[in-house]
């Protein structure tokens, strides 16, 4: 039968109630047949006795070794309770030990009182001379040994032998043409319930449809074919910027989004919403997508080849090389401290005038080329000063090449040597990144956002374009970037690498995992080293220390403190995502609206649950977040009237009311779910 029309099959057992030394035995077929998708449910019967057949065996009973009381006996048909869908653990473990504990898999059943009780064994055996439940019981023991040691495959093995017996199997209409057929089974009832004449219908077309990241008709079209349950291939313009191209070509117009049907032009979401109320939409789909999808249709996007950019190399690499080829570079000791890996700025100089100009004489001309070139590279991330003091000077001072920084082999986004192609505009970094994470979102996060499906993510185009882009960000010029832009930036980068560092080492569940998620994943952005914890409270909160720290991110003179804002702002806090459960939902942001999306953030963040008001007791639960970053929200009472601003109209006049009459307010904070936003 084909897997698409496979009917859908539930089993109810008609069981004969237990006694109490009766147990249950509870099987999960792993066998893709037949029987793969039954349903057995149990019915409440007044237990009968039945005299045994003829041609059946009856049961007996068998001791176990090490002085147990327990009986087991050969399950009869109509004495065995069975439930399936429970998943069997363990399964053969209390087989292959010696132990006299009970086995909880296999069914103990009253003996029959004409049969002989079982003695024990005269003396307690050893461990290692006890005998297994398959030797003491050789019968349970063969057969369980016989189909693979599962309870699955006997399971699979009880029922074929009903079907094989025609006394035992009743099939009351085998066409498969009715709505129910019922296979009859001592003590099972089985039922199946065939698909409907729509589930039947098999549309082998594809469902295209071009879209752009942070739109929401596009949302609502993804949402609708989700709902339908329907398959589809989205390409996103955002990530795919060439196809917008194709995009212009087929439709004759850049909107978004455009559905295709196969290779034909459904239209855009007006035209869904039509059809579909017109009732028109699932005789168009039989229509079109009754067929295989020809090759004119807009094609799939390719993994690795698809739309990605042509890198320009730097100017400068071609002298960069080489200078990496002809600098002494050594291990230096320099006030009091090693330097590893380093070059004097004199010897740069030689080099590069060498390198220009070789087997011409030397002159201030030419010196000062040669300067200029090193100042370059310095400017460019080529090179830094191996105490941070300078971009370049000519004169007793020492370099090293960016990959030869102690930090950069803990950064998740190098690659064995650094990006030298010519830098990206760091405000096209920016957007793109922004651009490529909200369509990672929109594919692959619930609709609240709270969740993400991480390993669909680590499988996606969206995220590989992610990671190639991220290497861009190894030598970009973030000074450039506008009070806004560099806002936005740093608090998409901080969730960005959120999600990245979530995929590659795994949340966080201790306090050594903690400090591996938030303070040693890395990234190089701009020649230097930066992790959450530099992100959030070196930049964002202009190095204030983190909760339960004595120490700030940054030294005095760290040329990163040149990026943090003017004035903290407490919003960042409800725009950070950390990748947990309580934190708030994850989002990027633009620059052209961020305080006002971080406002919406906010909003969001208390209107879901982060305060609660109880008006009888006097009591404000705050979220823990204010807690811990106190000192960016000012003091308790000041709080209360900051967070006003952000509450729905509900809980702002609760608030307002207790904060009006004159009382004491008990503030308590909530707790905090540290477990993956999966």
């Known amino acids: 039968m084909d897997s698409e029309q496979q009917p859908k099959v539930e089993v109810e057992e008609q069981n004969i109630k237990p006694s109490k030394s009766e147990e249950t035995v509870s099987v999960v077929s792993d066998d893709p047949g037949e029987f793969s998708d039954v349903e057995m449910e149990q019915s409440e019967e007044k237990e009968v006795k039945k005299p045994p057949q003829q041609g059946k065996e009856n049961s007996v009973s068998n001791s176990i070794p090490n002085g147990s009381h327990e009986k087991v006996n050969k399950t009869h048909e109509s004495n065995v309770k069975v439930e399936v869908n429970n998943v069997v653990q363990n399964q053969t473990n209390n087989v292959s030990n010696g132990h006299s504990t009970t086995n909880h898999y296999i069914p103990a059943i009253k003996a029959q009182n004409h049969l002989p009780r079982p003695e024990p064994p005269p003396q307690r055996m050893e461990r290692s001379q006890s005998l297994s439940i398959a030797e003491s019981m050789p019968s349970i023991g063969k057969y369980i040994r016989d189909r693979s040691s599962t309870f699955s495959a006997a399971l699979v093995k009880r029922l074929s032998s009903f079907r094989e017996d025609a006394g035992d199997f009743v099939v009351k209409n085998d066409s498969l043409n009715f709505e129910v057929t019922e296979f009859k089974i001592p003590g099972v009832k089985v039922i199946v319930k065939l698909k409907n004449e729509d589930e039947i219908t098999q549309l082998i077309g594809r469902v295209t449809f071009f879209t752009k990241s942070n739109c929401r008709d596009s949302t609502a079209v993804r949402k609708f074919l989700r709902e339908k349950g329907m398959r589809y291939v989205e390409i996103n313009v955002d990530v795919f910027p060439k196809r917008a191209k194709e995009l212009v070509e087929l439709t004759g117009s850049s909107e978004v989004p455009q559905i295709f049907f196969n290779e034909k032009l459904l239209g855009g979401l007006v035209t869904l919403n039509s059809l579909r109320n017109s009732g028109e939409l699932d005789k168009r789909m039989k229509e079109m997508l009754s067929t295989k999808c020809p090759d004119n249709a807009p094609a799939i996007p390719v993994y690795g080849f698809d739309d990605e950019e042509n890198e320009q190399e730097d100017e400068l690499v071609g002298v ?106 760091a405000s096209f970094v920016a957007d793109r990144l922004m651009r490529l994470m909200t369509a990672i979102l929109e594919a692959y996060a619930s609709e609240d956002r709270l969740h993400l499906n991480y390993y669909a993510i680590s499988k996606s185009e969206e995220f590989r374009r992610y990671l190639n882009l991220s290497r861009d960000l190894q030598r970009i010029n973030l000074q450039l970037l506008t009070p806004d832009e560099r806002l936005a930036f740093f608090l998409n980068l901080h969730n960005a690498m959120v999600i990245h560092a979530a995929i590659s080492i795994g949340h966080p569940e201790g306090i050594l995992d903690k400090r591996a998620f938030f303070s040693d994943f890395q990234y190089v952005v701009g020649g230097h080293p930066y992790s959450l914890n530099t992100i959030e409270n070196g930049i964002l909160r202009i190095n204030r220390k983190s909760p339960y720290s004595l120490l700030r991110p940054f030294s005095n003179g760290d040329r990163r403190l040149e990026l943090a804002p003017t004035r903290l702002n407490p919003l960042i806090h409800f725009g950070l995502c950390n990748g947990t459960r309580s934190a708030p939902a994850v989002r990027f942001f633009t620059p052209q609206g961020v305080e006002a999306e971080l406002r919406t953030a906010t909003r969001e963040y208390f209107q879901r649950g982060g305060i609660e008001i109880n008006l009888d007791k006097r009591t404000v639960h705050l979220t823990r977040i204010i807690k811990w970053f106190s000192v960016d929200f000012g003091e308790e009472k000041e709080v209360l009237k900051w967070v006003l601003n952000y509450l729905d109209a509900t809980k702002q006049g609760l608030l307002t009311h207790l904060l009006d009459d004159g009382g004491s307010v008990n503030i308590v904070y909530q707790n905090y779910d540290w477990s993956g936003n999966f």
Request: aromatic content about 10%; hydrophobic content about 35%.
């Open 320 to 425: 960069v090389k080489a200078m990496r080829q002809c600098l002494p570079i050594e291990d230096r000791f320099i006030k009091m401290k090693i330097a590893k890996n380093c070059f004097a700025g004199d010897d740069l100089v030689e080099a590069i005038i060498h390198h220009l100009d070789c087997g011409r004489k030397k002159g201030d001309k030419k010196a000062n080329k040669g300067i200029a070139t090193a100042k370059l590279m310095a400017q460019k991330h080529f090179i830094h000063h191996v105490f941070g003091e300078n971009d370049f000077e000519l004169g007793k001072h020492y370099y090293r090449f960016l990959e030869h920084e102690p930090f950069i082999l803990g950064c998740f986004n190098f690659r064995n040597s650094t990006n030298d192609a010519e830098p990206k505009s």
